[in-house]
């Protein structure tokens, strides 16, 4: 199986990878521009990514590509429509950097809180200003609200905890049953969150639900000096809102993620937000300690292995949570070359599309038992046809609940 590795990664995995069999080509400073002519010069199997994006040209250009794998937790750099559409599976590998991720949200956090970035760039130019940089506000008794409490807002949390701080949270799955166990206040929407927060870490996945989740209204609701941190991604915050309550009301931002970064490790980078006072911005590197490439890397040779091994893929991301099947289709039969043919022959002849299926062996591997989804229902004269099979054992039909 070949292996294309379009950014940085741990040589371990690299040797964990050629040990399974694979033929690896690892060129870490590949773009979102070059990356199409090299999946066409080398035409992988697989492809692991880390920053670089992964367009629909990308994707076409592969005749045997077959899985992506987002070598993080975040895969919204992959055009994963057009994957889905070319029957490639997409897969990533979360909770496995939410460490190193709450790391650099409290140091976003101790940053717009100290100013450290600002105290270091007057000390460089030869300016001592103690007066200005002893005014911090301190955090200890504040509230911290998280924004999306998922593994990386949990650890977020326990840090917040250490600094003495009122935790509070809303997430799309959490439940007062569930922040009562936690130890966590319970928010109902973003907004009531917005108002009651000192500090207010974002950790929400990217998706339609969460553009621009941080908006005009949530900014509006913010407190005067409150502290925005966002290491998710930039869509989810409207930037002019945030820049119009930086300043009004004196907030101050951590950003890792932006609107507009480059396609790869490195390029220009032109983006207003970073040049108002009181943000305090990384690029893009919450999930870049030694520790946490080390675990991604063993996570995307663990998906990989399964794949070679199996042909199944953990943590897929586009596999249909559900599909146009209304009919189940039984089909207990022996386990004998050309049955299956045979059903799936006599279905096509019906106009009957298979959505999904599954071949059950029994010990010993005499009888089997396909349990086949069908988009509509088969007459009796086509199961008859299937069922004149001499290795047919028995046809069964029953709708499929919702």
């Not at 900014?219 to 930037?239: H, K, P, Q, W």
């Not at 279905?347 to 591997?365: F, K, P, S």
């Not at 069922?387 to 046809?395: D, F, I, R, W, Y």
Request: hydrophobic fraction near 45%; include cysteine; proline fraction near 3%.
């Amino acid at each position: 199986m070949r292996v294309l590795i379009a950014d940085k990664f741990e040589a371990a995995g690299v040797e964990a990878m050629t040990r399974l069999g694979c033929a690896v080509e690892l060129q870490p400073d590949l773009t979102a521009d070059t990356l199409a002519a090299a999946i066409g010069e080398h035409d992988p199997d697989v492809l692991i990514v880390r920053s670089t994006k992964v367009t629909e040209a990308a994707i076409d250009s592969g005749k045997t590509l077959s899985l992506i794998v987002r070598a993080g937790a975040g895969y919204d750099t992959i055009d994963v429509a057009a994957a889905s559409a070319r029957g490639i599976f997409v897969a990533n590998c979360p909770g496995k950097n939410s460490i190193a991720v709450a790391e650099l949200v409290w140091g976003l956090i101790l940053a717009c809180d100290r100013r450290i970035p600002d105290q270091t760039a007057e000390l460089r130019d030869g300016k001592w200003n103690k007066k200005e940089y002893a005014k911090a506000r301190g955090l200890y008794g504040k509230t911290l609200g998280i924004l999306g409490l998922g593994q990386i807002g949990l650890e977020v949390a326990e840090r917040g905890r250490a600094f003495g701080m009122k935790i509070i949270a809303w997430s799309r799955s959490l439940t007062q049953e569930k922040a009562d166990a936690l130890g966590i206040g319970f928010m109902s929407h973003p907004i009531n969150l917005a108002k009651a927060a000192d500090v207010i870490s974002v950790n929400v996945a990217a998706n339609k639900d969460t553009a621009n989740l941080i908006d005009e209204s949530f900014c509006d609701a913010m407190r005067s000096g409150a502290y925005l941190i966002n290491t998710s991604r930039g869509s989810v915050v409207d930037e002019a809102a945030l820049a119009k309550a930086i300043r009004e009301k004196g907030v101050r931002a951590g950003l890792d993620v932006f609107a507009n970064e480059p396609g790869s490790g490195t390029g220009d980078f032109d983006d207003a937000i970073v040049k108002e006072p009181g943000v305090y911005g990384t690029h893009h590197v919450g999930a870049s300690t030694d520790q946490a490439q080390l675990a991604i890397a063993e996570e995307a040779v663990r998906i990989v292995e399964a794949y070679i091994s199996n042909g199944e893929v953990p943590n897929c991301v586009n596999r249909a949570a559900m599909t146009p099947a209304t009919i189940l289709l039984t089909v207990r039969h022996l386990n004998k070359p050309g049955v299956l043919a045979h059903v799936f022959y006599t279905l096509g002849q019906a106009g009957i599309n298979v959505e999904e299926m599954e071949n059950i062996i029994y010990d010993e591997a005499k009888a089997a038992c396909a349990r086949i989804q069908l988009d509509d229902m088969p007459d009796e004269e086509h199961l008859n046809t299937i069922s004149a099979n001499e290795h047919v054992l028995s046809v069964t039909l029953a709708k499929i609940r919702k």
